[in-house]
T-cell receptor, first 108, second 114 residues
Framework: LAKTTQPISMDSYEGQEVNITCSHNNIATNDYITWYQQFPSQGPRFIIQGYKTKVTNEVASLFIPADRKSSTLSLPRVSLSDTAVYYC?????????FGQGTELSVKP | DADVTQTPRNRITKTGKRIMLECSQTKGHDRMYWYRQDPGLGLRLIYYSFDVKDINKGEISDGYSVSRQAQAKFSLSLESAIPNQTALYFCATPSERGDQETQYFGPGTRLLVL
């Protein structure tokens, strides 16, 4: 089963672009890569999903190289409210496996 | 997004007690999920159900059981609670996107087993 690896924590300042990379070396051909955001004492919230190349929505961009063994979530111009834990998710055979998450701290 | 409610929101119980956590959804989704989250760790899947008659074990099902009483309700039971089951429990359904990778999570139930 594919396993994801992310940095445990990252620090940033307001207005900066933040890139969080997730490694998933054993990703299967049919797996999609999905990112979630979680605030304290709340359930995770879907941010973005992709299969290959680049996906962009109103919240973030997701970059996936051709080999799909990693992915990078890009948050443009972060604010204090982006302080949260970000999870990279790969879904093999319908069983969802969350990584340990990256705790992003945005400072003023 | 799906309207997912969980009851209770907080619960304290003692070792050996039976406890049930309930989850309800109003969007008519066939699939429902139960997750557990421990401090500093990601979510781990306990059980999932693809419809009323289709229930599957997740990553950490030992010590738990579930019941899908109706399409809208999915309950998680701890038959004999133990302290290491102290955690935050989330119920989830598919999001409006409809695929199984994007889910909508309920507000969570914080359980403390003494």
């Amino acid at each position: 089963l594919a396993k994801t690896t992310q940095p445990i924590s990252m620090d940033s300042y307001e207005g900066q672009e933040v890139n969080i990379t997730c490694s998933h070396n054993n990703i299967a051909t049919n797996d999609y890569i999905t990112w979630y955001q979680q605030f304290p004492s709340q359930g995770p919230r879907f941010i973005i999903q992709g299969y290959k190349t680049k996906v962009t929505n109103e919240v973030a961009s997701l970059f996936i190289p051709a080999d799909r063994k990693s992915s990078t979530l890009s948050l443009p111009r972060v604010s204090l409210s982006d302080t949260a834990v970000y999870y990279c998710l790969v879904a093999p055979l319908g069983k969802l496996i969350f990584g340990q998450g990256t705790e992003l701290s945005v400072k003023p | 997004d799906a309207d997912v409610t969980q009851t209770p929101r907080n619960r304290i119980t003692k070792t050996g007690k039976r406890i049930m956590l309930e989850c309800s959804q109003t969007k008519g989704h066939d699939r429902m999920y139960w997750y557990r989250q421990d401090p500093g760790l990601g979510l781990r899947l306990i059980y999932y159900s693809f419809d009323v008659k289709d229930i599957n074990k997740g990553e950490i099902s030992d010590g738990y059981s579930v019941s899908r009483q109706a399409q809208a309700k999915f309950s998680l039971s701890l038959e004999s609670a133990i302290p290491n089951q102290t955690a935050l429990y989330f119920c989830a359904t598919p999001s409006e996107r409809g695929d199984q990778e994007t889910q909508y999570f309920g507000p969570g139930t914080r359980l403390l087993v003494l």
